[in-house]
Nanobody
Framework: QVQLVESGGGLVQAGGSLRLSCTATGSIFSSDIFSTRTMAWYRQAPGNGRELVAR???????NYIDSVKGRFTISRGNTKNTMYLQMNSLKPEDTAVYYC?????????WGQGTQVTVSS
């Protein structure tokens, strides 16, 4: 069973930056599973559904939704069980709880997420 832990959120002014981290723990196979799957960052703003923001394949190909292109960068860490989301030029509309998980179907149990709040 893979467990996902997100961290790095906080309160920041518009135009600021944050770096989110995602770590997979659990079974001894968690790292291998994590590194061989297309992973994604999602976010959920109050009153909205969860949306996929960025994804990264096992061979590090990336894809972003239009609203964050050029501002957010998804990357994998040097260890097999970590992933990051560098967020620059943050806007109030980026305010949400951010989660990491597999991209698309077959998601694992969701972690608690990390709150990102951008003030205007």
């Amino acid at each position: 069973q893979v467990q996902l832990v997100e961290s790095g959120g906080g309160l920041v002014q518009a135009g600021g930056s944050l770096r989110l981290s995602c770590t997979a723990t659990g079974s001894i196979f968690s790292s291998d599973i994590f590194s061989t799957r297309t992973m994604a960052w999602y976010r959920q703003a109050p009153g909205n559904g969860r949306e996929l923001v960025a994804r990264i394949s096992a061979d590090r190909l990336t894809n972003y939704i239009d609203s964050v292109k050029g501002r957010f960068t998804i990357s994998r860490g040097n260890t097999k069980n970590t992933m990051y989301l560098q967020m620059n030029s943050l806007k109030p509309e980026d305010t949400a709880v951010y989660y990491c998980n597999r991209a698309g179907t077959g998601t694992w149990t969701w972690g608690q997420g990390t709150q990102v709040t951008v003030s205007s």
